[in-house]
C-alpha cells in the first residue's frame, strides 16, 4: 500500500501561495490570528528572554522589530533561536524580523540606526545628492544580501516624505524636496531589496510615512504632542502623495501610515477627518485602498495604543485626534479605517476580546491575516526559516561592500563653494583641524598643527544646529527648532579664517542656515551621512565629489517662518537653492 501524504497544504511548497494560505487560515484559532497583527520591538539579541518567549507562544505575536543587533554571528543566532521557539508552536508559523534602516548614520532608537558592523553608505537623504537611481538599487541590493544573511526579512523603509519643511528632524532619512525624484529613487529601493516581485531572495519593504509626513506644522515631528498637526496651506497634497503612487507601481510589499492628523485638509471637497492618519478611513481605505488600488499590508507607525513608559520617561500614545478614545475604541478605529497590523503595541488578547464581544468581525480579522501570512510565504520563510551563522560574519560587512558604501559616500559630498587653489590638499599642506580625525588626513601625507596660525589651511566639521531637547522618552534623538547657528560658532569661524584659508564641511541632517558662515569660508562643503575617511579621498582629491543639494538651504529663520510647510522649496531667495553643486574643485557647474 502507498503511504498517505498528510502533509497539510501550507506546508507544501509545491502549492500556490494563494492554496497555502487559506489552508492555514481555516486552521488558525482566533488567538493565532489576533497575534499576527502585532509587530512587537524587541530591544536586544543577547538571548529569547521570558518575555519574548511569552509572545511567541502564548501571544502567537509572529513579527519582531529589532534594536540592537551587537555583530553578525550574534544576530544570525538570535534568529535563528527565535524561528526553533516558533517552529514549536502549534502551527509553526515563523518569525518575520524587521528593522529600522540600519546601514548609515544617523542613530535615533524612534527611527533609524548607526551602520556598525554592516557596510555605511549615506543616508537616504545623501543618496538623494547623487540623483541616480542605479546607485540606489546598488545599495539596496547590498543591504539585501546583509539584511539576509542574519535573518532580516522586513524592511520598516523606504522613507518617501518629502523634505518641504526645513525645520523637520526626519529629512535626512528621505529623498529630499522633489516629488518625481524620490519616487524614482523609490522605485530603485524596492527594486534593490524585494526586487521585481517578493520571493525567498527578499526583503519586504514597508514604505513611509502615508500619505507624506513632510508638511509637518512648525517642523515638529507627530512622535510628540505638539507636533501632531500637518498642514497644506499651499495645498500641494497631491506632490506628497506622489512618491507613494510611485511606491505601489513599484510593488512596495507594506505601507506605514504616519502618526500626523491632517489640519484643514479637503480632497474633491470632502473635509478630511482631523485624526491621526492610521486612524483615518478616508486615508487609508478611501485613497489608499480605492483610489490607489493598494492590496497590501498596512501597518500602523509604532505606538497608537498605549502610552510608552521608558527610563523613567512618558511617550503619550499617538493617537492624535482621538486621544480621548479608550484602548479598545483606538483599535476599532485603526482597523475599521483600514489597517492590518499595529506597530509597537503587544495586545492581542484586546482584540481576541473585541471580536468575541462582536464588536470586530472575523471576517476582518481574516482579511488582514490572508494579507500577513502571504508575505511570510512569498519570502520562503514556511520553507527555510534558518540562517547560516558562519556564513553570516563572512558576508555582511565584507571589504567589497565597505568599499563601494564609502565610494558613495565621497560621491555624495556637495561642493556648495570653493576658491581656486585651496582644495584639494597638497602633501606639503600644513592644517589645522576640528571636528575631523587627524589620522584622515595625516594618511594622505599632509601634516596636522595644532594652531591656526601655523596652518596653511583650517578645516572644521560641524552638525547642523538644532536645540536640544529631554522631556520625553524619544525627544533627546529628534533634531528640531531652529536652524542657525550660534553667534558663537560665526565669530569663531571669523577668528580662524583670519589666519587661514577656511574650508567648512557641514553635516546637513537638515537645511541649515549657512547665512552667517558663508563670508569667512573659502569653500564649503556639505555632507549628508560621510564618514572622515570617505570625506578625506574627496579632501585630497582621490574622490569626485558629484552631489547636488537634495533641498534649498534657506537664507534666514524669516524666510523659514513666511515659507509654506507642504511646498516643495518654498523660502524666499535661498542663500543656495535646491540642485546647487559645483564640479569638483574648479567651482564650475557639472
Known sequence: MTATNTKPAYRDATRPVSERVEDLLTRMTLEEKAGQMFHVISIGVAGVDGETQGQVTEGFISHFNVHQLPDARTAARWHNQMQELASHTR?????????????????????SFAAGFFSAWPEPIGLAALRDPETVRRFADTARQEYLAVGLRAALHPTVDLATEPRWARQYSGFGQDPGLTGKLAAAYLEGFQGHALG??????????????????????????????QVYPG????????PFRDAINAGTSAIMPYYGMPVGLSRDGEAIEEVGF???????????RDELGYDGVVCTDWGLLHDSHVFGMTLPARAWGVEHLSVEERMIKAIDAGCDQFGGESCPEILVDLVRAGRISTQRIDMSVRRLLRVKFELGLFDDRYVDEDAAEVLVGNAAFREEGLKAQSRSVVVIKTTEGILPL??????????????AIQSCGASVVASPAEADLAIVRLDAPYEPRNERFLEAMFHAGSLEFDDAVASHLKELAGQAPLVLVANLDRPA????????????????????????????????PEGRLPFELPRSTQAVLEAQSDVPG?????????????????????
Open 235 to 242: 495645498g500641494r497634497f497631491e506632490d506628497h502623495l506622489l
Open 570 to 590: 518654498g523660502s524666499a531667495d535661498p542663500l543656495y537653492p535646491y540642485g546647487h553643486g559645483l564640479a569638483g574643485w574648479a567651482g564650475l557647474k557639472s
Open 426 to 439: 597638497r602633501t606639503s599642506m600644513r592644517v589645522y583641524l576640528e571636528g575631523l580625525s587627524a589620522d
Open 513 to 544: 542656515i549657512l547665512t552667517p558662515l558663508e563670508p569667512h569660508c573659502s569653500a564649503i562643503l556639505a555632507t549628508f551621512g560621510v564618514s572622515d575617511e570617505a570625506l578625506t579621498r574627496v579632501l585630497t582629491g582621490k574622490a569626485v
Open 91 to 111: 502551527l509553526g508559523i515563523p518569525i518575520t524580523v524587521s528593522t529600522d534602516p540600519r546601514h548609515a548614520f544617523a542613530e535615533n532608537e524612534g527611527a
Open 200 to 229: 525567498r531572495q527578499s526583503v519586504a519593504c514597508m514604505t513611509k510615512h502615508f500619505p507624506g509626513g513632510g508638511p509637518q506644522k512648525d517642523g515638529e515631528d507627530p512622535h510628540f504632542p505638539y507636533g501632531r498637526e
Open 278 to 288: 492610521g486612524f483615518n478611513r478616508q486615508i487609508i481605505t478611501k485613497l489608499l
